[in-house]
Every structure is written in structure tokens, then in C-alpha cells.
């Protein structure tokens, strides 16, 4: 709380034109009216901090923003929560190459979007091969490219799927099944569980052009197909969070092949 001379100059306006009202010089009735400029003070700041909070790098509820947007993935570090709120705000429509793209790096996340025009098959950048093998050239501890595991993308055509799991309350013949017994139900479901459903990438060419990789930056070949995509890196905590921004702005009919390493 400060002493406002704006608010004091109004209030000494409002005042009436008498001696006993005068506060040009300190007296106790001087004071108490500076220290009623206070609180008209307070209320603009108040209300000023109120407007910056529908700003992402200036707001005070991140977590009201977290509901707001419905955001179930949210990173813990609160840099990260205002970028995936920056990035919520930009999303105002369209589902071209360029606003997926602009959409994903101001969310953060630094990536490229390449259409698959001319169609090659996608299998090429979605297939796991060995990165390296026991007794091979890269394998020398030291080198700049010796690094264990599989190369491959991820493909991402939907949500995760759920589905009911069954418990069997009854048979046939039991006792349970007399007619009348409030137990008699022949079987009921009790909870649901994420099953990760396995698509097959088909063989023919006249559905390659429905696929799209996001990944790092990309070569094409003299005929404009793409040849090679680098692996984009994505801060493992917000993986979740990436791959439903990916399955919100991507179109319905699309499959997306995601080249990125989370780490």
C-alpha cells in the first residue's frame, strides 16, 4: 500500500469548498485522506494483474487455464505449462501442413511437419531397425554415432482406445441362476482398460498420400520425395501432452508418422 497523489488531487476536488475541509497542509484529516488513496490504488493494480493473466507469460492461474482448456497432460515445470498455454490460445482453426507446424513450435516443441507428396511408402521412416550391432564400426565407445537400440517412427492414427472388461458372474447350472435371485446376472462389467491397437500400414500406393510425418528437418530427392527425416527431440514429460496436440489439429482421415526421440 502507497500514498497515490493522482487519487489525493480527485479527493481534494470532491471535498467542500469550507476551512474545516482544507488539506494543504498536514493535520490529521491530510492523512487520513492520503491513506484512503490506498485503496483505490490496490483496486487498479488489483484489476490490472487481472487483465495480464489472460496472457501466458504473464498469468497468475495457470492452473485455471489447465481447466479451461481441458488439459490432462500438463507439464510440471512451469516454463513448459506456459508455453502448452501459448500454444492453446494460437490454435484458432485449420488443419494445413503450415498452421500444424506453426501450432507445434509455438506449443514448444521443436518440429517440422512434411506432407508425404509424392507418396512414398511410409513404412520406409516407420520401420525399427538395428541402430547398431555387437562387434560393428560404430560400436567403439567414444564415437559421435555409437549409440544402442532400434531406428524407427511412430505411428499415430488415434486416441488411446478403451474397452469394457468383462467379469463373469454366473454359469450356467449355478445356483446363483435360480429365477428370482437378486445375485442371478449372467455376467457384468466392472471396469475399462487402454488397449493399444495395432494398425498395419497398407501396400497400396493410392493411401500414401494420406500419411504426414512430423519429425526434424527433412532431404527430398530430385523428384521431391522425401528420403530422410531427422529425429526431433520432444522433453519426455511432455509426451502425452505432444501427442494430443498432434491428434487434435491432424484431419480425421490422416495417419501420422512421428520421428522424434523423447528424452
Same mark, same amino acid.
Given at each position: 500500500m502507497a500514498f497515490n497523489e493522482r487519487f489525493f488531487k480527485i479527493i481534494k476536488y470532491l471535498l467542500p469548498k469550507s476551512k474545516s475541509f482544507k488539506i494543504y497542509i498536514e493535520k490529521k484529516l491530510s492523512n487520513f485522506f492520503k491513506a484512503l488513496t490506498c485503496i483505490p490504488d490496490d483496486f487498479r493494480k488489483y484489476l490490472d494483474e487481472i487483465y495480464l493473466d489472460i496472457f501466458p507469460k504473464t498469468t497468475r492461474q495457470l492452473d485455471e487455464w489447465k481447466n479451461?482448456?481441458?488439459?490432462?497432460?500438463?507439464?510440471? @515445470?512451469? +516454463?513448459? %505449462?506456459? /508455453?502448452? *498455454?501459448?500454444? /492453446?490460445?494460437? !490454435?484458432?482453426?485449420? %488443419?494445413?501442413?503450415? @498452421?500444424? %507446424? %506453426? =501450432?507445434?513450435?509455438? !506449443?514448444?516443441?521443436? =518440429? @517440422? =511437419?512434411?506432407e508425404n507428396i509424392p507418396p512414398v511408402d511410409p513404412d520406409i521412416f516407420l520401420t525399427s *531397425?538395428?541402430?547398431?550391432?555387437?562387434? $560393428?564400426?560404430?560400436? @567403439? !565407445? $567414444?564415437?559421435? &554415432? #555409437?549409440?544402442?537400440?532400434?531406428?524407427?517412427? /511412430?505411428?499415430? =492414427? +488415434? $486416441?488411446?482406445?478403451?474397452? +469394457?472388461?468383462? &467379469?463373469?458372474?454366473?454359469? #450356467?447350472?449355478?445356483? +446363483?441362476?435360480s429365477c428370482g435371485n437378486l445375485k442371478a446376472c449372467c455376467r457384468y462389467f466392472e471396469k475399462m482398460e487402454i488397449v493399444d491397437k495395432t494398425y498395419t500400414i497398407t501396400n497400396d500406393p493410392d493411401y500414401w498420400g494420406y500419411f504426414f510425418f512430423i519429425g526434424g528437418q527433412a532431404t527430398r530427392n530430385i523428384n521431391h520425395e522425401l528420403e530422410t527425416i531427422d529425429f526431433a527431440l520432444i522433453p519426455s514429460g511432455r509426451k502425452e501432452e505432444f501427442k494430443r496436440l498432434v491428434l487434435k489439429l491432424k484431419p480425421a482421415q490422416t495417419w501420422v508418422g512421428l520421428i522424434v526421440t523423447y528424452t
Amino acid at each position: 500500500m502507497a500514498f497515490n497523489e493522482r487519487f489525493f488531487k480527485i479527493i481534494k476536488y470532491l471535498l467542500p469548498k469550507s476551512k474545516s475541509f482544507k488539506i494543504y497542509i498536514e493535520k490529521k484529516l491530510s492523512n487520513f485522506f492520503k491513506a484512503l488513496t490506498c485503496i483505490p490504488d490496490d483496486f487498479r493494480k488489483y484489476l490490472d494483474e487481472i487483465y495480464l493473466d489472460i496472457f501466458p507469460k504473464t498469468t497468475r492461474q495457470l492452473d485455471e487455464w489447465k481447466n479451461e482448456f481441458g488439459l490432462f497432460f500438463f507439464p510440471p @515445470y512451469e +516454463n513448459e %505449462q506456459r /508455453e502448452t *498455454i501459448d500454444g /492453446e490460445w494460437k !490454435a484458432k482453426g485449420g %488443419q494445413g501442413k503450415d @498452421y500444424i %507446424q %506453426q =501450432v507445434l513450435r509455438d !506449443a514448444g516443441f521443436d =518440429v @517440422y =511437419v512434411h506432407e508425404n507428396i509424392p507418396p512414398v511408402d511410409p513404412d520406409i521412416f516407420l520401420t525399427s *531397425i538395428a541402430s547398431m550391432v555387437c562387434g $560393428g564400426f560404430n560400436a @567403439y !565407445a $567414444g564415437r559421435l &554415432d #555409437a549409440y544402442a537400440g532400434l531406428t524407427g517412427g /511412430e505411428l499415430l =492414427v +488415434n $486416441g488411446p482406445i478403451y474397452t +469394457n472388461i468383462i &467379469d463373469i458372474a454366473s454359469s #450356467a447350472g449355478n445356483i +446363483n441362476m435360480s429365477c428370482g435371485n437378486l445375485k442371478a446376472c449372467c455376467r457384468y462389467f466392472e471396469k475399462m482398460e487402454i488397449v493399444d491397437k495395432t494398425y498395419t500400414i497398407t501396400n497400396d500406393p493410392d493411401y500414401w498420400g494420406y500419411f504426414f510425418f512430423i519429425g526434424g528437418q527433412a532431404t527430398r530427392n530430385i523428384n521431391h520425395e522425401l528420403e530422410t527425416i531427422d529425429f526431433a527431440l520432444i522433453p519426455s514429460g511432455r509426451k502425452e501432452e505432444f501427442k494430443r496436440l498432434v491428434l487434435k489439429l491432424k484431419p480425421a482421415q490422416t495417419w501420422v508418422g512421428l520421428i522424434v526421440t523423447y528424452t
